[in-house]
Protein backbone atom coordinates (compact mmCIF):
# COMPACT_ATOMS: atom_id res chain seq x y z
CA UNK A 1 0.00 0.00 0.00
CA UNK A 2 0.93 3.19 -1.02
CA UNK A 3 1.96 5.53 2.19
CA UNK A 4 0.15 9.12 1.97
CA UNK A 5 2.68 11.77 2.12
CA UNK A 6 1.99 15.12 4.37
CA UNK A 7 2.25 18.14 2.24
CA UNK A 8 4.63 21.10 4.19
CA UNK A 9 1.89 23.85 5.53
CA UNK A 10 2.75 25.88 2.10
CA UNK A 11 2.22 23.02 0.00
CA UNK A 12 -1.34 22.76 1.66
CA UNK A 13 -1.73 26.36 1.28
CA UNK A 14 -1.10 26.02 -2.40
CA UNK A 15 -2.90 22.74 -2.79
CA UNK A 16 -6.22 24.64 -1.63
CA UNK A 17 -5.68 27.32 -3.74
CA UNK A 18 -5.28 25.27 -7.34
CA UNK A 19 -8.43 23.49 -6.42
CA UNK A 20 -10.42 27.00 -5.67
CA UNK A 21 -8.61 28.06 -9.10
CA UNK A 22 -9.48 24.77 -11.55
CA UNK A 23 -13.14 26.31 -10.39
CA UNK A 24 -12.55 29.74 -11.81
CA UNK A 25 -11.71 31.72 -14.84
CA UNK A 26 -8.40 33.20 -14.60
CA UNK A 27 -5.97 33.77 -16.88
CA UNK A 28 -2.83 31.55 -16.26
CA UNK A 29 -0.67 34.41 -15.93
CA UNK A 30 -2.54 36.17 -13.19
CA UNK A 31 -3.37 32.91 -11.36
CA UNK A 32 0.00 32.74 -11.16
CA UNK A 33 0.79 36.10 -9.91
CA UNK A 34 -1.59 35.99 -7.20
CA UNK A 35 -0.34 32.43 -5.94
CA UNK A 36 3.22 33.37 -5.73
CA UNK A 37 5.21 35.19 -2.58
CA UNK A 38 6.26 38.78 -3.93
CA UNK A 39 8.85 38.51 -1.34
CA UNK A 40 10.66 37.53 1.86
CA UNK A 41 13.43 39.39 3.30
CA UNK A 42 15.88 36.96 5.74
CA UNK A 43 17.72 38.93 8.36
CA UNK A 44 20.49 37.47 10.51
CA UNK A 45 21.67 39.82 13.27
CA UNK A 46 23.33 39.49 16.67
CA UNK A 47 22.32 41.01 20.12
CA UNK A 48 24.99 40.74 23.19
CA UNK A 49 22.80 39.17 25.77
CA UNK A 50 24.35 37.87 28.59
CA UNK A 51 27.71 38.46 27.77
CA UNK A 52 28.20 36.94 24.23
CA UNK A 53 26.63 37.70 20.72
CA UNK A 54 23.28 35.49 19.91
CA UNK A 55 22.61 35.00 16.06
CA UNK A 56 18.50 35.52 15.30
CA UNK A 57 17.14 34.25 12.26
CA UNK A 58 14.06 36.70 11.19
CA UNK A 59 11.87 36.81 8.42
CA UNK A 60 9.49 39.20 6.78
CA UNK A 61 7.63 37.78 3.75
CA UNK A 62 5.02 39.70 1.21
CA UNK A 63 2.59 37.61 -0.37
CA UNK A 64 0.79 40.38 -2.42
CA UNK A 65 0.91 44.00 -3.00
CA UNK A 66 -2.29 44.61 -4.94
CA UNK A 67 -3.28 46.73 -1.85
CA UNK A 68 -0.68 48.93 0.22
CA UNK A 69 0.32 48.49 3.13
CA UNK A 70 0.20 44.78 3.31
CA UNK A 71 -0.82 43.37 6.77
CA UNK A 72 0.47 40.48 8.92
CA UNK A 73 1.56 39.30 12.37
CA UNK A 74 4.41 38.21 13.56
CA UNK A 75 5.60 35.01 15.01
CA UNK A 76 7.97 34.21 18.37
CA UNK A 77 9.14 30.50 17.51
CA UNK A 78 11.55 28.34 16.99
CA UNK A 79 9.57 26.54 14.58
CA UNK A 80 9.70 29.20 12.65
CA UNK A 81 10.88 29.24 8.96
CA UNK A 82 10.42 30.76 5.79
CA UNK A 83 7.75 28.63 4.32
CA UNK A 84 5.56 28.66 6.98
CA UNK A 85 6.16 32.42 6.85
CA UNK A 86 5.27 32.48 3.14
CA UNK A 87 1.83 30.15 3.70
CA UNK A 88 1.16 32.55 6.55
CA UNK A 89 1.49 35.61 4.55
CA UNK A 90 -0.14 33.93 1.56
CA UNK A 91 -3.34 33.32 4.04
CA UNK A 92 -3.31 36.69 4.91
CA UNK A 93 -3.71 38.43 1.61
CA UNK A 94 -7.01 35.76 1.11
CA UNK A 95 -8.13 36.66 5.05
CA UNK A 96 -8.47 40.25 4.39
CA UNK A 97 -9.65 39.87 0.93
CA UNK A 98 -12.62 37.63 2.34
CA UNK A 99 -13.16 40.21 5.32
CA UNK A 100 -12.98 43.27 2.78
CA UNK A 101 -9.64 45.22 5.14
CA UNK A 102 -8.11 46.77 2.34
CA UNK A 103 -4.78 45.49 2.60
CA UNK A 104 -1.76 42.91 1.14
CA UNK A 105 -1.20 39.74 2.84
CA UNK A 106 2.40 40.19 4.62
CA UNK A 107 3.79 37.87 7.61
CA UNK A 108 6.64 37.80 9.53
CA UNK A 109 8.62 35.36 12.19
CA UNK A 110 11.31 35.39 14.95
CA UNK A 111 13.27 32.53 15.34
CA UNK A 112 13.33 32.42 19.29
CA UNK A 113 11.75 30.46 22.28
CA UNK A 114 10.48 33.69 23.91
CA UNK A 115 10.52 31.86 27.40
CA UNK A 116 13.73 31.42 26.96
CA UNK A 117 14.37 35.18 27.71
CA UNK A 118 14.07 38.03 30.40
CA UNK A 119 11.46 40.76 29.32
CA UNK A 120 14.45 43.66 28.95
CA UNK A 121 16.32 41.08 26.83
CA UNK A 122 13.48 40.07 24.55
CA UNK A 123 13.11 43.94 24.37
CA UNK A 124 16.34 44.38 22.94
CA UNK A 125 15.90 41.37 20.16
CA UNK A 126 12.57 42.68 19.29
CA UNK A 127 13.80 46.42 18.79
CA UNK A 128 17.05 45.14 16.76
CA UNK A 129 14.69 42.72 14.84
CA UNK A 130 12.18 45.85 14.04
CA UNK A 131 15.44 48.28 13.45
CA UNK A 132 16.72 45.84 10.42
CA UNK A 133 13.09 45.40 9.09
CA UNK A 134 11.93 49.67 9.54
CA UNK A 135 15.30 50.10 7.82
CA UNK A 136 14.00 48.74 5.03
CA UNK A 137 10.13 49.44 4.84
CA UNK A 138 9.07 46.14 5.90
CA UNK A 139 7.65 48.28 8.72
CA UNK A 140 6.06 51.31 7.69
CA UNK A 141 2.76 52.77 8.22
CA UNK A 142 1.24 53.15 4.35
CA UNK A 143 3.51 49.96 3.21
CA UNK A 144 3.90 47.24 6.38
CA UNK A 145 2.08 47.11 8.80
CA UNK A 146 2.86 44.00 11.53
CA UNK A 147 0.42 42.74 14.60
CA UNK A 148 0.76 40.07 17.21
CA UNK A 149 0.86 36.05 16.44
CA UNK A 150 1.88 33.27 18.55
CA UNK A 151 4.26 34.10 21.37
CA UNK A 152 3.86 37.95 21.05
CA UNK A 153 1.76 40.88 22.23
CA UNK A 154 1.08 43.93 23.18
CA UNK A 155 4.11 44.55 24.60
CA UNK A 156 6.11 43.64 21.56
CA UNK A 157 3.35 45.69 19.17
CA UNK A 158 4.62 48.65 21.84
CA UNK A 159 8.50 48.16 21.33
CA UNK A 160 8.13 48.00 17.23
CA UNK A 161 6.15 51.43 17.49
CA UNK A 162 8.60 53.14 19.97
CA UNK A 163 11.67 51.80 17.56
CA UNK A 164 9.92 52.94 14.57
CA UNK A 165 9.19 56.43 16.30
CA UNK A 166 12.58 57.12 17.22
CA UNK A 167 13.77 55.79 13.39
CA UNK A 168 11.37 58.27 12.25
CA UNK A 169 11.09 61.81 14.24
CA UNK A 170 8.75 63.41 11.93
CA UNK A 171 6.28 60.62 10.94
CA UNK A 172 2.82 62.00 12.62
CA UNK A 173 1.45 58.59 11.58
CA UNK A 174 3.88 56.42 13.34
CA UNK A 175 1.47 55.12 15.35
CA UNK A 176 -0.13 53.18 12.41
CA UNK A 177 3.21 51.04 11.66
CA UNK A 178 1.76 48.48 13.71
CA UNK A 179 -1.16 47.34 15.49
CA UNK A 180 -2.28 45.17 18.29
CA UNK A 181 -0.69 47.86 20.71
CA UNK A 182 -2.03 48.32 24.03
CA UNK A 183 -4.04 51.01 24.93
CA UNK A 184 -2.10 54.12 26.25
CA UNK A 185 0.30 53.43 23.00
CA UNK A 186 -1.80 53.82 20.70
CA UNK A 187 -4.36 50.84 20.54
CA UNK A 188 -8.04 49.88 20.09
CA UNK A 189 -10.12 48.52 22.94
CA UNK A 190 -10.91 45.25 21.90
CA UNK A 191 -8.10 44.13 20.18
CA UNK A 192 -6.42 41.66 22.32
CA UNK A 193 -9.56 39.81 22.30
CA UNK A 194 -10.55 40.38 18.92
CA UNK A 195 -9.50 37.06 17.31
CA UNK A 196 -11.14 35.02 19.72
CA UNK A 197 -14.08 37.39 19.58
CA UNK A 198 -14.25 36.89 16.08
CA UNK A 199 -14.30 32.99 16.37
CA UNK A 200 -17.59 33.89 18.95
CA UNK A 201 -19.34 35.69 16.31
CA UNK A 202 -18.32 33.36 12.95
CA UNK A 203 -20.19 30.43 15.24
CA UNK A 204 -23.20 32.53 16.24
CA UNK A 205 -23.42 33.43 12.15
CA UNK A 206 -22.66 29.91 11.21
CA UNK A 207 -25.99 29.00 13.98
CA UNK A 208 -27.94 31.90 12.18
CA UNK A 209 -28.37 29.11 9.15
CA UNK A 210 -30.10 25.80 10.12
CA UNK A 211 -29.33 24.99 6.56
CA UNK A 212 -25.33 25.05 7.50
CA UNK A 213 -26.24 23.58 11.07
CA UNK A 214 -27.81 20.76 9.51
CA UNK A 215 -25.06 19.95 7.05
CA UNK A 216 -22.85 19.58 10.32
CA UNK A 217 -25.10 17.13 12.23
CA UNK A 218 -26.02 19.68 14.56
CA UNK A 219 -28.91 21.17 15.67
CA UNK A 220 -30.30 24.18 17.59
CA UNK A 221 -28.11 26.83 19.02
CA UNK A 222 -24.86 27.16 20.52
CA UNK A 223 -26.39 26.34 23.85
CA UNK A 224 -25.12 23.22 25.43
CA UNK A 225 -22.91 22.57 22.71
CA UNK A 226 -19.92 20.53 23.44
CA UNK A 227 -16.42 21.87 22.77
CA UNK A 228 -12.78 21.08 22.68
CA UNK A 229 -10.63 23.64 22.34
CA UNK A 230 -6.78 23.95 21.47
CA UNK A 231 -4.45 26.45 23.01
CA UNK A 232 -5.49 28.35 25.78
CA UNK A 233 -3.55 31.69 24.18
CA UNK A 234 -4.63 34.66 23.09
CA UNK A 235 -7.05 33.38 20.72
CA UNK A 236 -8.02 29.98 22.12
CA UNK A 237 -8.49 31.59 25.96
CA UNK A 238 -10.78 34.46 24.47
CA UNK A 239 -12.84 31.81 22.09
CA UNK A 240 -13.14 29.41 24.70
CA UNK A 241 -14.20 32.13 27.79
CA UNK A 242 -16.88 33.97 25.47
CA UNK A 243 -18.28 30.74 24.73
CA UNK A 244 -18.82 29.48 27.80
CA UNK A 245 -19.98 32.45 29.56
CA UNK A 246 -21.93 34.23 27.27
CA UNK A 247 -23.37 31.61 24.92
CA UNK A 248 -23.15 28.35 27.11
CA UNK A 249 -21.18 25.91 25.79
CA UNK A 250 -19.35 23.61 27.93
CA UNK A 251 -15.46 23.51 27.50
CA UNK A 252 -14.82 19.27 27.82
CA UNK A 253 -11.34 19.48 27.23
CA UNK A 254 -8.43 21.87 26.43
CA UNK A 255 -5.55 21.35 25.57
CA UNK A 256 -2.32 22.70 25.81
CA UNK A 257 1.41 22.04 25.22
CA UNK A 258 2.17 19.86 28.44
CA UNK A 259 -1.25 18.01 27.65
CA UNK A 260 -4.68 17.67 27.76
CA UNK A 261 -7.71 18.44 30.55
CA UNK A 262 -10.56 16.61 30.20
CA UNK A 263 -13.91 17.16 31.89
CA UNK A 264 -17.29 16.22 30.94
CA UNK A 265 -19.17 18.95 33.01
CA UNK A 266 -17.33 21.54 31.42
CA UNK A 267 -14.15 23.10 32.64
CA UNK A 268 -13.54 26.38 34.20
CA UNK A 269 -11.22 28.32 31.47
CA UNK A 270 -10.38 31.12 33.85
CA UNK A 271 -9.66 29.02 36.29
CA UNK A 272 -7.26 26.62 34.00
CA UNK A 273 -5.89 30.31 32.46
CA UNK A 274 -5.12 31.14 35.92
CA UNK A 275 -3.38 27.68 36.39
CA UNK A 276 -1.27 27.83 33.35
CA UNK A 277 -0.22 31.27 34.32
CA UNK A 278 0.82 30.39 37.21
CA UNK A 279 2.43 26.33 36.57
CA UNK A 280 3.65 26.97 32.67
CA UNK A 281 1.07 24.31 32.01
CA UNK A 282 -2.15 22.72 32.72
CA UNK A 283 -0.58 19.56 34.57
CA UNK A 284 -1.78 19.14 37.56
CA UNK A 285 -4.75 21.18 37.46
CA UNK A 286 -7.77 19.64 40.03
CA UNK A 287 -10.94 19.71 38.70
CA UNK A 288 -9.87 17.18 35.82
CA UNK A 289 -8.70 14.35 34.14
CA UNK A 290 -5.25 15.15 32.81
CA UNK A 291 -4.29 13.05 29.46
CA UNK A 292 -0.43 13.62 28.99
CA UNK A 293 -0.60 13.33 25.35
CA UNK A 294 -2.83 16.07 24.97
CA UNK A 295 -3.24 15.43 20.97
CA UNK A 296 -5.83 12.94 21.64
CA UNK A 297 -8.25 15.05 23.13
CA UNK A 298 -8.64 16.22 19.52
CA UNK A 299 -10.24 12.75 18.69
CA UNK A 300 -12.53 12.59 21.68
CA UNK A 301 -16.68 13.10 20.79
CA UNK A 302 -17.51 16.51 21.02
CA UNK A 303 -19.82 19.02 18.88
CA UNK A 304 -17.01 21.81 18.24
CA UNK A 305 -13.51 21.46 17.90
CA UNK A 306 -11.22 24.88 18.28
CA UNK A 307 -8.02 24.05 17.33
CA UNK A 308 -6.37 28.04 18.07
CA UNK A 309 -2.86 26.59 18.93
CA UNK A 310 -0.21 26.05 15.70
CA UNK A 311 -0.78 24.74 12.11
CA UNK A 312 -0.67 21.05 10.79
CA UNK A 313 -2.19 19.41 14.13
CA UNK A 314 -5.08 17.89 12.20
CA UNK A 315 -2.93 15.99 9.15
CA UNK A 316 -3.20 12.64 7.63
CA UNK A 317 -1.97 10.66 11.09
CA UNK A 318 -5.17 11.50 12.89
CA UNK A 319 -7.89 12.67 10.49
CA UNK A 320 -9.86 9.73 10.50
CA UNK A 321 -10.21 9.53 14.24
CA UNK A 322 -11.31 12.73 14.51
CA UNK A 323 -15.32 12.59 15.48
CA UNK A 324 -16.23 16.57 15.61
CA UNK A 325 -18.70 17.04 13.48
CA UNK A 326 -17.81 21.01 13.08
CA UNK A 327 -14.21 22.52 13.28
CA UNK A 328 -13.67 26.01 13.24
CA UNK A 329 -10.24 27.01 12.85
CA UNK A 330 -9.38 29.46 15.17
CA UNK A 331 -5.24 29.27 14.05
CA UNK A 332 -3.78 29.17 10.83
CA UNK A 333 -3.61 25.83 8.83
CA UNK A 334 -4.70 23.27 11.71
CA UNK A 335 -5.96 21.33 8.87
CA UNK A 336 -3.34 19.98 6.60
CA UNK A 337 -4.46 19.55 2.89
CA UNK A 338 -4.38 15.77 3.52
CA UNK A 339 -6.41 15.86 6.57
CA UNK A 340 -8.85 18.15 5.03
CA UNK A 341 -10.05 15.44 2.20
CA UNK A 342 -10.29 13.21 4.66
CA UNK A 343 -12.80 15.41 6.98
CA UNK A 344 -14.55 16.31 3.88
CA UNK A 345 -15.23 12.89 3.07
CA UNK A 346 -16.39 12.24 6.57
CA UNK A 347 -18.99 15.30 6.16
CA UNK A 348 -17.41 17.31 8.45
CA UNK A 349 -18.04 20.88 8.35
CA UNK A 350 -14.86 22.71 8.27
CA UNK A 351 -14.91 26.41 9.32
CA UNK A 352 -11.76 27.79 7.91
CA UNK A 353 -9.07 29.56 9.28
CA UNK A 354 -9.24 32.81 6.77
CA UNK A 355 -12.48 33.16 7.61
CA UNK A 356 -12.33 31.67 11.18
CA UNK A 357 -9.67 33.81 12.40
CA UNK A 358 -10.33 37.13 10.47
CA UNK A 359 -11.46 39.08 13.70
CA UNK A 360 -7.81 40.14 14.44
CA UNK A 361 -6.89 41.60 11.53
CA UNK A 362 -10.35 43.46 11.18
CA UNK A 363 -9.75 44.88 14.77
CA UNK A 364 -6.30 45.86 13.73
CA UNK A 365 -7.32 47.13 10.20
CA UNK A 366 -9.86 49.65 13.06
CA UNK A 367 -6.87 50.75 14.88
CA UNK A 368 -4.81 51.67 12.18
CA UNK A 369 -8.03 54.11 11.03
CA UNK A 370 -7.84 55.13 14.50
CA UNK A 371 -3.89 55.92 14.31
CA UNK A 372 -4.19 57.99 11.21
CA UNK A 373 -7.01 59.59 12.34
CA UNK A 374 -5.99 60.58 15.16
CA UNK A 375 -8.80 60.18 17.63
CA UNK A 376 -10.92 57.82 19.03
CA UNK A 377 -13.97 55.80 17.65
CA UNK A 378 -17.19 57.79 19.46
CA UNK A 379 -15.50 60.46 20.54
CA UNK A 380 -17.18 63.18 19.08
CA UNK A 381 -20.90 61.33 18.31
CA UNK A 382 -21.41 59.55 22.04
CA UNK A 383 -23.06 61.85 23.82
CA UNK A 384 -24.82 63.90 21.57
CA UNK A 385 -26.73 60.01 20.51
CA UNK A 386 -27.13 59.52 24.00
CA UNK A 387 -28.90 63.56 24.32
CA UNK A 388 -31.16 62.65 20.96
CA UNK A 389 -32.14 59.01 23.30
CA UNK A 390 -32.65 60.98 26.65
CA UNK A 391 -35.02 63.36 24.52
CA UNK A 392 -37.23 60.31 23.18
CA UNK A 393 -37.41 58.92 26.78
CA UNK A 394 -38.29 61.89 28.26
CA UNK A 395 -41.25 62.74 26.01
CA UNK A 396 -42.64 58.88 26.17
CA UNK A 397 -42.29 59.88 29.89
CA UNK A 398 -44.12 63.13 29.46
CA UNK A 399 -46.86 60.87 26.71
CA UNK A 400 -47.38 58.22 29.77
CA UNK A 401 -48.29 60.91 32.51
CA UNK A 402 -50.88 62.24 30.05
CA UNK A 403 -52.57 59.08 29.91
CA UNK A 404 -52.47 58.30 33.60
CA UNK A 405 -49.28 56.18 34.00
CA UNK A 406 -50.74 53.48 31.76
CA UNK A 407 -47.28 52.22 31.26
CA UNK A 408 -44.10 52.40 32.17
CA UNK A 409 -40.45 52.16 30.23
CA UNK A 410 -38.82 48.75 32.44
CA UNK A 411 -35.23 50.52 33.30
CA UNK A 412 -33.33 48.00 32.10
CA UNK A 413 -34.33 49.33 28.95
CA UNK A 414 -34.32 52.81 29.85
CA UNK A 415 -30.25 51.98 31.06
CA UNK A 416 -29.70 50.46 27.43
CA UNK A 417 -31.13 52.66 25.32
CA UNK A 418 -29.79 56.06 26.81
CA UNK A 419 -26.11 54.60 26.80
CA UNK A 420 -24.24 56.19 23.72
CA UNK A 421 -22.00 53.58 21.81
CA UNK A 422 -18.36 53.79 23.27
CA UNK A 423 -15.14 52.54 21.54
CA UNK A 424 -15.69 48.93 22.49
CA UNK A 425 -19.12 49.06 21.47
CA UNK A 426 -18.30 50.48 18.15
CA UNK A 427 -15.60 48.03 17.52
CA UNK A 428 -17.49 44.82 18.55
CA UNK A 429 -20.36 46.19 16.72
CA UNK A 430 -17.78 46.57 13.02
CA UNK A 431 -16.15 43.08 14.11
CA UNK A 432 -20.04 41.40 14.28
CA UNK A 433 -20.78 42.91 10.86
CA UNK A 434 -17.56 41.76 9.54
CA UNK A 435 -18.29 38.32 10.34
CA UNK A 436 -21.66 38.36 9.10
CA UNK A 437 -20.85 39.93 5.94
CA UNK A 438 -18.30 37.57 5.21
CA UNK A 439 -19.68 34.72 5.78
CA UNK A 440 -22.86 35.39 3.83
CA UNK A 441 -20.23 35.79 0.83
CA UNK A 442 -18.70 32.79 1.52
CA UNK A 443 -22.44 30.70 1.98
CA UNK A 444 -23.78 32.28 -0.71
CA UNK A 445 -20.84 30.63 -3.14
CA UNK A 446 -21.08 27.38 -1.11
CA UNK A 447 -24.95 26.93 -1.03
CA UNK A 448 -25.24 28.17 -5.32
CA UNK A 449 -22.46 26.47 -7.19
CA UNK A 450 -22.90 22.28 -7.32
CA UNK A 451 -19.18 21.98 -7.72
CA UNK A 452 -18.31 24.09 -4.57
CA UNK A 453 -19.13 21.23 -1.32
CA UNK A 454 -17.04 23.23 1.38
CA UNK A 455 -16.81 26.36 3.19
CA UNK A 456 -13.05 26.95 2.57
CA UNK A 457 -13.13 26.23 -1.27
CA UNK A 458 -15.86 28.89 -1.16
CA UNK A 459 -14.02 31.12 0.88
CA UNK A 460 -11.14 31.13 -1.35
CA UNK A 461 -13.54 31.67 -4.06
CA UNK A 462 -14.44 34.70 -2.70
CA UNK A 463 -10.99 35.94 -2.23
CA UNK A 464 -9.21 35.03 -4.86
CA UNK A 465 -12.14 36.91 -7.47
CA UNK A 466 -11.45 39.94 -5.16
CA UNK A 467 -7.72 40.20 -5.46
CA UNK A 468 -7.90 39.27 -8.83
CA UNK A 469 -10.18 42.34 -9.65
CA UNK A 470 -8.15 44.44 -7.70
CA UNK A 471 -4.94 43.39 -10.40
CA UNK A 472 -6.89 43.69 -13.01
CA UNK A 473 -8.27 47.52 -12.47
CA UNK A 474 -4.51 48.17 -11.97
CA UNK A 475 -4.07 46.85 -15.58
CA UNK A 476 -2.43 43.34 -15.36
P1 LIG B 1 -0.42 32.36 21.68
O1 LIG B 1 1.06 32.25 21.66
O2 LIG B 1 -1.06 33.43 22.49
O3 LIG B 1 -1.11 30.99 22.11
C1 LIG B 1 -0.80 29.73 21.58
C2 LIG B 1 -1.12 28.72 22.67
O4 LIG B 1 -0.98 27.41 22.15
C3 LIG B 1 -0.19 28.83 23.88
O5 LIG B 1 -0.95 28.83 25.06
C4 LIG B 1 0.69 27.59 23.76
O6 LIG B 1 1.15 27.11 25.00
C5 LIG B 1 -0.27 26.62 23.09
N1 LIG B 1 0.42 25.52 22.41
C6 LIG B 1 1.63 25.51 21.83
N2 LIG B 1 1.89 24.30 21.33
C7 LIG B 1 0.83 23.53 21.57
C8 LIG B 1 0.51 22.18 21.31
N3 LIG B 1 1.34 21.38 20.67
N4 LIG B 1 -0.70 21.72 21.71
C9 LIG B 1 -1.56 22.52 22.35
N5 LIG B 1 -1.30 23.80 22.65
C10 LIG B 1 -0.13 24.31 22.26
O7 LIG B 1 -0.83 32.48 20.14
P2 LIG B 1 -2.16 33.06 19.54
O8 LIG B 1 -1.93 34.49 19.20
O9 LIG B 1 -3.32 32.67 20.37
O10 LIG B 1 -2.20 32.29 18.13
C11 LIG B 1 -2.67 30.96 18.03
C12 LIG B 1 -3.00 30.68 16.58
O11 LIG B 1 -3.94 31.66 16.10
C13 LIG B 1 -1.83 30.75 15.61
O12 LIG B 1 -2.03 29.82 14.58
C14 LIG B 1 -1.92 32.16 15.05
O13 LIG B 1 -1.30 32.27 13.78
C15 LIG B 1 -3.42 32.30 14.96
N6 LIG B 1 -3.89 33.69 14.92
C16 LIG B 1 -3.64 34.56 15.93
C17 LIG B 1 -4.14 35.86 15.85
C18 LIG B 1 -3.97 36.86 16.97
O14 LIG B 1 -4.60 37.92 16.90
N7 LIG B 1 -3.20 36.59 18.00
C19 LIG B 1 -4.88 36.26 14.73
C20 LIG B 1 -5.13 35.34 13.73
C21 LIG B 1 -4.64 34.05 13.83
Redesign the pocket.
Known amino acids: MKTKIEPSFRESVDLMFNRAVALMELSPGLEEKIRVCNATYTVRFGVRLRGQIHTFTGYRSVHSEHMEPVKG ?1 I ?1 YSLAVHQDEVEA ?1 AALMTYKCALVEAPFGGSKGGLRVDPRAWEEHELEQITRRFAYELIKRDLINPAQNVP ?5 TGEREMAWIADQYKRMNTTDINYRACVTGKPINAGGIQGRVE ?2 GRGVQYALHEFFRHPEDVQAAHLSGGLDGKRVIV ?7 YHAAKFLREEDGCKIIAI ?3 DGGLMNEAGLDVEAVRNWITRHGGVKGYPDATYIPE ?1 ARCLEEVCDILVP ?4 GVINIGNAERIKAPLIIE ?3 GPITAGADDILRQKGTVIIPDMYA ?1 AG ?1 VTVSYFEWVKNLSHIRFGRIGRRQEEGRHQLLVNELDRLNHGIGDAWELSPDFKQKYLRGAGELELVRSGLDDTMRSAYQAMREVWHSRQDVTDLRTAAYLVSISRVAASYRAMGL
Open positions: GRLAPDMGATQGLGNVGIEHGAAMEAANNG
